[in-house]
Nanobody, 114 residues
Framework: VQLQASGGGLVQSGGSLKLSCAASGRIFRTNAMSWYRRAPGKQRELVAAITSGGSTNYADSVKGQFTISRDNAKNTVYLQMNSLKPEDTAVYYC?????????WGQGTQVTVSS
């Protein structure tokens, strides 16, 4: 399974970005796709997750600010990030977990300037 993330970049505080992550390969229909992030000097943390059934989970720090969604037909997960703050600056990683294993994308940098 391969994951290809895109959509990161440089944005001013208060701006928006939408990340995408497309999965390919042998993927079980029942799975969960997630976004994690690692900020400079910090540990990687879960940002948001969504199951193939559409159930979602968010870190408290991004509730009401970020929205995770997915297109099951395309095996693609999205992360809409609004009202971005400098503390959202991080490398964002997508993850897919199914019965076959735990897979990671290469990461995409999000930088929010103040």
């Amino acid at each position: 399974v391969q994951l290809q993330a895109s959509g990161g970049g440089l944005v001013q505080s208060g701006g928006s970005l939408k990340l995408s992550c497309a999965a390919s390969g042998r993927i079980f229909r029942t799975n969960a796709m997630s976004w994690y992030r690692r900020a400079p000097g910090k540990q990687r943390e879960l940002v948001a997750a969504i199951t193939s059934g559409g159930s979602t989970n968010y870190a408290d720090s991004v509730k009401g600010q970020f929205t995770i969604s997915r297109d099951n037909a395309k095996n693609t997960v999205y992360l809409q990030m609004n009202s971005l703050k400098p503390e959202d600056t991080a490398v964002y990683y997508c993850n897919l977990r199914d019965y076959g294993g735990d897979y990671w994308g290469q990461g995409t940098q999000v930088t929010v300037s103040s």
